[in-house]
């Protein structure tokens, strides 16, 4: 995308990596509960941040098919990791979350509402790739009729401070889903870290009004071309660097004629139907109610969790489910993500952060299903 | 129970309480009931549309509207046919007089009678089936004149089953043809036996000019829709009304999708030519 498609804002700016520790506290002071990178559990999670020395400064990983592993990088960068196991859709449409509740009144109706909005989230760290799965999130729940609740409760006002990814992994092909490894538009201010022979730098661009009143309170100076130029070719670079790639040409088109392909059964050999690859999916959205009342009758709320297309219970109908066997449940998320959600939503469902290859037990890749569906249908 | 105090504002997501003013028993297992709000809360519903019905603490599922009465373009009034088929449903046939349900809506497309305007009119219901165009039923007779013929083909599984029973045989008595079948005879039925595209050959109407609308069992309104195309309906004029597992009515929990439609938006009510391909494919 043209860089000259943005409205102008400042010149970028560059910033020592210790200003990370004054940005973390100017978003705390302005109120935001700064959500963003964070080493947990072998994993790097996305979590509150207290302070920037929460940021994992050195931690690399490797990733490959059914593979996640922590490494110590040599150097500090904070943002030298590819995706983990959680997104930001852990923070904006959270694992369980209460809809609503409501409260019996003496006349026996029911009286009640949804909860009211209680922070601001500025997110930190946010990939490109992933800033595409947060506007995928936006056009599937804010872009029909009625905008879910839940989601705009979390997702109104955000900051968003994007990072550019200058070190792709094993299982990214954020490049040819065209998300990535760069942005130009999306964020309140764009990050792109530089880390190499002792220097350890921030080149950074503000994408709106906010985002540069946040900028011109830290210890920033110019960025000079040199420098500027330096971080666009170590993006450039990366685009090259993926570790997988995903086929061109129409996906809806192939998933469509591929329908009855004998290539499911063969995945369906493979697959657990577990359904890590929903719950790590940055953009699958899928969710079932669960009611709850108290003892008495007279309080009811209503929680709910995320469901995936991989449960069997999920297409249940009074009579039985209509996708009972894994093929079916394999090729109804496959076709989703990468073919109908373009006539549902507009765009793919995908984004290539590569998370759902990372992290399936079974090691199956969507990069190569598609592949061998492809071959199965031309031969 | 994991209950946290917070601040509640009203929004989408929230069921506005009605109260049951009505309850009368279709069948063994089927209630028609009456909901009440005289604030009218919510919008106009179309006939062919659905609400999200919410047993408070039991859960939330969709039902159409069996009667559409609209003031002033808000809902006071909504009726309701239930068939209790799991906990939810039991929980809605069971409320009694006084009793509080939860209502959001409307949701989904309505049947498209403006295009059956001057037009001969088809409607073939199955089972609960019959509900969801009952609205239809009502807006044609109350219209009469602007249509050519009009059958009704009505099957139930057996005689017991058979709800509205006093509705069709006021509605045979008010300009339109009305056939029931059913799958088994008990007791002293002495009507047609056989699925319902078997009552197709004694309707009267052109195919050529009919609008067709099929409201049933998904296996019941493909054959239905596809013996109408044999007898000479356009595939673009059969319209029919789809069911799979909904859980918010609105497009956010993801439930209802067969191929590319999200049922609960792009339907319940769509253009059989738009889904035939669809509905063939196993398991979609
Ligand atoms: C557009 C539309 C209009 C409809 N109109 C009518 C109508 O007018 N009248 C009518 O009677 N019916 C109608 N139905 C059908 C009605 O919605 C279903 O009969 C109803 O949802 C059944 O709910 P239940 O809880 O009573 O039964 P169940 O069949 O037990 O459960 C229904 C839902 O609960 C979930 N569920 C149940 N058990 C489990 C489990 N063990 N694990 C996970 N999930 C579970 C399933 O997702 C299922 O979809 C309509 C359906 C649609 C889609
Ligand atoms: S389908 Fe896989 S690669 Fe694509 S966005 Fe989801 S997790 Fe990432
Ligand atoms: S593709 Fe992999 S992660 Fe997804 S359900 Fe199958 S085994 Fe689990």
Redesign the pocket.
Known sequence: MASGTRPRTPPPALLDATALEALVDALRARGFTVMGPTVRDGAVVIAELTSAADLPYGVGVDTDAGRYRLRARDDRAAFGHSAGPQSWKNVLHPPRALVWSADRTPDGSMAGGEPARERRYALLGVRPCDLAAIKVLDRVLTGGRQADPVYTGRRDGNLIIAVECTEPGAVCFCSSMGTGPGTDDGFDLALTELVDGGEHLFVVRAGTGEGAEILAGLPARPADEGIVERAREAVGAAAGRMGRTMRPGSLPDLLAEARGSPHWDDVAARCLTCGNCTMVCPTCFCTTPEDVTDLTGDHAERWRRWDSCFDL?FS???GGSVRTSGRARYRQWLTHKLGTWHEQFGSSGCVGCGRCIAWCPAGIDLTREIDALAAAGAG | MDTVAHAVVPGPAFPVPYRVVARRAETADTVTMELANDDGPLDAFAPGQ?AMLTAYGI?E????L?AVAVAGGRTRRLV????A??????ALCGAAPGAVIGVRGPY?TAWDLAAAAGRDVVIVAGG?GL??VRPLVHAVLADRSRFGDVALLVGARTPADLVFRDDLRRWAGAGAQVAVTVDRPAGDWDGHVGVVPSLLPQARFDAGHAVAFVCGPEIMMRFTAEALIRAGVAPARVQISL?????CGCGWCGHCQLGPLLVCRDG?VVAYERVAHLLTVREL
Do not use: N
Request: proline residues 10%.
């Open positions: 219970d249940y109908l009074h | 659905f859960g599922v969709p039902i159409s069996s309701h046919t239930v068939r088929v799991g906990a939810v449903t039991r989904g609960i509900a969801p069911e799979r597992s909904m859980r319940p």
